[in-house]
């Protein structure tokens, strides 16, 4: 198994003040663990990307808008992922690659809005994963709170959603006020993670959120 992960943070659309601290705590997530290693960038012309599945055993995305990349380097990336490559998609990672379809296919669906940046109530749906095992049943954490369109838990597997109880649900744009916060599936042979939390730079600080984000990471590199 490659333990090298790429991280890529290219912002093509909003510039998210986290991305540093997320750089930094990838990396040293990566260290601690002594599971993998990441190779981080800021711009996705510097990926070769038609050796993806070569180099890494699994890609991060905390990027946004569309990414300047040619059809051929996008579809490498989606093949990559199909034959093997883990996926992990951190938050605004659904803002990414609106007009290239197999993209939002992949990761389970598009950002739509966020509705809610305020503290809310998590409710956690399936602690048999490792990206959940550590949580609590409900929580308590602030965060600029992501709705999802083309979205279906019927195509995913669920791991945490808003408690519709802890934010005004007036606000929402889902009819069937479904509002999913983390999620994984596989697409081909490859495995992919998703989770919305991240937004505020001090949540990278805490330790539930870097377990949250090892334990996904670890899961899409099948070592978990």
């Not at 890529?8 to 040293?28: C, M, N, R, W």
């Not at 996705?44 to 946004?64: M, N, P, Q, R």
């Not at 659904?94 to 966020?114: N, V």
């Not at 697409?187 to 993670?193: D, L, P, S, T």
Request: net charge neutral.
């Amino acid at each position: 198994m490659n333990r090298k992960v790429l991280l890529l943070t290219h912002s093509a659309g909003f510039v998210h003040d986290y991305l540093p601290t997320a750089q930094e705590t990838i990396k040293e997530i990566g260290r601690t663990s002594g599971k993998f290693e990441v190779a981080a960038f800021g711009d996705c012309a510097k990926v070769d990307w038609s050796s993806l599945k070569k180099e890494f055993g699994a890609v991060i995305f905390a990027t946004t808008g569309e990414l300047p990349m040619s059809e051929g380097e996008k579809q490498s990336l989606i093949d990559s992922i199909a034959s093997g490559v883990g996926f992990v998609g951190i938050h605004n990672a659904t803002d990414t690659f609106y007009k290239f379809p197999k993209y939002g296919e992949m990761i389970g669906g598009y950002f739509s809005g966020h509705p809610w940046t305020q503290e809310i109530t998590v409710k956690v749906e399936d602690k048999n994963h490792p990206a959940t095992e550590h949580l609590s049943d409900r929580f308590r954490v602030k965060e600029e709170v992501y709705t999802f369109k083309d979205w279906s838990r019927s195509r995913t597997r669920v791991l945490a959603s808003l408690d519709n109880a802890s934010v005004d649900l007036s606000k929402g744009n889902r009819p069937d006020n479904d509002y999913a916060l983390c999620w994984c599936h596989a697409y081909g042979k490859g495995r992919v993670f998703y989770t919305g939390f991240g937004h505020f730079p001090d949540l990278w600080g805490e330790e539930w959120f870097r377990k949250h984000l090892l334990g996904g990471i670890l899961w899409v590199m099948n070592l978990r």
